[in-house]
């Protein structure tokens, strides 16, 4: 459907200024223009899509049901817009020699460094900027092009968000080195339901703790916590002091502690994934190298 709008980014900005002012005369300040001329782009906007879009008094100006609606898809739009520029000004700049990676904890401490270290054995000129973001996080990131690539915890199903999964890996319990079950060769969920468990922040581990949680309901208890940490060293020197215990991924054996034993769950179903993923709106051309790298060495 044809749509002959007769107005144009001015008069958005006009709106958007008395929208978040709520005052014509402040709104008109922002924009640097006299308030008879922003009254005049507002009154043309109204025109155009034929709808009021703010109550106005001598005293006080509101949006209308109306305004409010059209607001929030303004917003949206203009984030659109931004994100359009900045898309557009990486591909005439070309963007080679630069990635901006974001990481977990998994990811940092399991696969990823071997995938950087071959890449940049391939690729020395090309610069990776490092950037730690829990896994919730990075899906807005990703959304945003924020960052070039993720590698969180999976899966993930997001309208124009590719994934390839690169790494999968058993559930452990962390035990202090004297727990009684320290010396087993596996632990099963439900001898955990009376222990006190160390877990990571809710900001920082959101994904995580809600496995877990998921992971001790199907045991038939909800878990004790006892003290939260905000990094994995955290997390294992409470359990090395004997707080609690807590479970990680198996990746947790590189970091070889004495302080702390790792059991293996009995419930070998129980499993984590790590997944890249990245937004295919646009893929520099430094990234699309990283990517064939991704995808050629990490076949799981």
Not at 284 to 293: A, C, H, I, V
């Given at each position: ?24 005369k ?9 308030q008879?001329?922003l ?27 109306a ?5 929030a898809?303004?917003?949206q ?24 990676v ?6 940092i ?12 054995e ?66 099963r969920m ?10 990571g ?10 496995y ?54 009995a ?8 997944i890249?993923?990245?937004n ?21």
């Amino acid at each position: 459907m044809s749509m002959n709008f007769r107005f144009d980014l001015r008069h958005l900005r006009a709106f958007l200024a008395v929208a978040e002012a709520l005052h014509f005369k402040r709104a008109a300040e922002t924009l640097c223009i006299t308030q008879p001329a922003l009254s005049r782009l507002i009154k043309g906007l109204e025109e155009s899509i034929e709808a009021k879009l703010f109550s106005r008094t001598t005293r006080q100006v509101e949006l209308t049901e109306a305004g409010r609606l059209f607001l929030a898809e303004c917003q949206q739009a203009f984030t659109h817009f931004e994100r359009g520029i900045h898309l557009a000004q990486r591909a005439t700049e070309g963007d080679i020699g630069h990635i901006a990676v974001a990481y977990n904890d998994f990811s940092i401490n399991g696969v990823l460094p071997r995938i950087l270290d071959l890449f940049k054995e391939k690729h020395p000129d090309i610069s990776i900027e490092l950037v730690y973001m829990p896994s919730h996080e990075q899906h807005n990131a990703i959304q945003n092009h924020d960052i070039d690539v993720g590698f969180l915890i999976g899966p993930l199903a997001l309208e124009g968000i590719e994934t390839h999964r690169s790494a999968r890996e058993r559930i452990v319990v962390i035990l202090p080195k004297r727990h009684p079950l320290a010396e087993r060769g596996s632990v099963r969920m439900e001898e955990l339901a009376d222990e006190k468990f160390i877990l990571g922040t809710e900001s920082g581990w959101r994904e995580f703790r809600d496995y877990v949680f998921r992971m001790c309901m199907q045991a038939g208890f909800t878990p004790k916590i006892l003290q939260e940490a905000s990094t994995s060293s955290g997390i294992f020197g409470l359990v090395a002091a004997n707080m609690g215990v807590s479970l990680y991924s198996e990746c947790v054996e590189k970091f070889k502690r004495e302080d702390i034993a790792i059991v293996p769950l009995a419930e070998r179903e129980h499993t984590i994934e790590t997944i890249a993923a990245w937004n295919t709106a646009y893929i520099s051309p430094s990234f699309s190298l990283l990517r064939d790298l991704l995808q050629s060495e990490l076949k799981i």
